[in-house]
Nanobody, 122 residues
């Protein structure tokens, strides 16, 4: 069992930056592939970025490439999403997720965090 708790969301102006954190407790997060999903009002949930157990392989969707960076610190059981050059269309609830098996992107999570709101004003 893994518990995931996100933090770092908030309100930011377009062009600004935020760093989201996802702290894992329970089983060590190094056993899991990790990722971030987002859901905007009235839209389906969308996979944003993922990272393999070792942290050596990452994936971002096209709309955030060059702006968002996913990383992990397995010693701290924490995964991060650095978001730069934010746009109003990035406004959503961002959720952290974990999966034991993730051979493709996006992966099918085994565990979810509760989500954190990111709002980008124009």
């Amino acid at each position: 069992q893994v518990q995931l708790v996100e933090s770092g969301g908030g309100l930011v102006q377009a062009g600004g930056s935020l760093r989201l954190s996802c702290a894992a407790s329970g089983r060590t997060c190094s056993a899991y592939a990790m990722g971030w999903f987002r859901q905007a009002p009235g839209k389906e949930r969308e996979f944003v970025a993922g990272i393999r157990r070792s942290g050596l392989i990452t994936y971002n969707i096209d709309s955030v490439k060059g702006r968002f960076t996913i990383s992990r610190d397995n010693a701290k059981n924490t995964v991060y999403l650095q978001m730069n050059s934010l746009k109003p269309e990035d406004t959503a609830v961002y959720s952290c997720a974990a999966a034991l098996f993730a051979s493709t992107w996006p992966f099918d999570p085994d565990y979810w965090g509760q989500g954190t709101q990111v709002t980008v004003s124009s």
